[in-house]
């Protein structure tokens, strides 16, 4: 089936030896021998977009842990991130980048369904502002 595909270019190949079939949103995963992981992972919206459990797989795999180890530490990051935030303090990961917390101002905002002003409240919002490191990546 893979064959065919290819020949059909139908099936295209990345840098990260992952291949897309883009008609049928399916990413399949190769491994660094080349050889098939019997894995298919169903991909919604966007190919560019990487969700939770897909960066779970790709880190499981590229460092051959189990993937129930891989999410609780990645569930204990985020959760580590997220009470610093609510306490009030910033998080710095050099060469990443920092997370912090941002005040919003109040505002006037319109209902879209009615088209009625509404007053928001002022609140507080998480901030990501990118490490030299990962810019430098990036570009």
């Known amino acids: 089936m893979i064959c065919?595909?290819?020949r059909e270019k139908r099936l295209y190949f990345n840098k990260n030896f992952e291949f897309y079939i883009?008609?049928?949103?399916?990413?399949?995963?190769?491994?660094?021998r080349s050889k098939l992981i019997p894995?298919?992972?169903f991909i919604r919206g966007?190919?560019?977009?990487?969700?939770k459990s897909q960066l779970i797989s790709k880190i499981a795999l590229d460092y051959s842990i189990p993937k129930t180890v891989v999410g609780r530490v990645l569930n204990a990051f985020t959760g580590s991130?997220?009470?610093?935030?609510?306490?009030?303090?910033?998080?710095v990961i050099i060469g990443f980048g920092t997370f912090s917390v941002r005040n919003r101002a109040a505002r006037i905002g319109r209902n879209p369904?009615?088209?009625q002003e509404i007053s928001i409240p002022a609140g507080k919002i998480p901030g990501f502002r990118a490490g030299k490191t990962l810019k430098n990546?990036?570009?």
């Open 39 to 41: 894995m298919l992972i």
């Open 22 to 32: 883009k008609q049928l949103k399916i990413l399949i995963l190769f491994n660094k």
């Open 81 to 91: 991130i997220s009470s610093a935030l609510k306490s009030g303090d910033d998080v």
């Open 137 to 139: 990546a990036i570009n």
């Open 4 to 6: 065919k595909l290819i």
């Open 113 to 115: 369904q009615t088209g």
């Open 46 to 51: 966007d190919l560019n977009k990487v969700n």
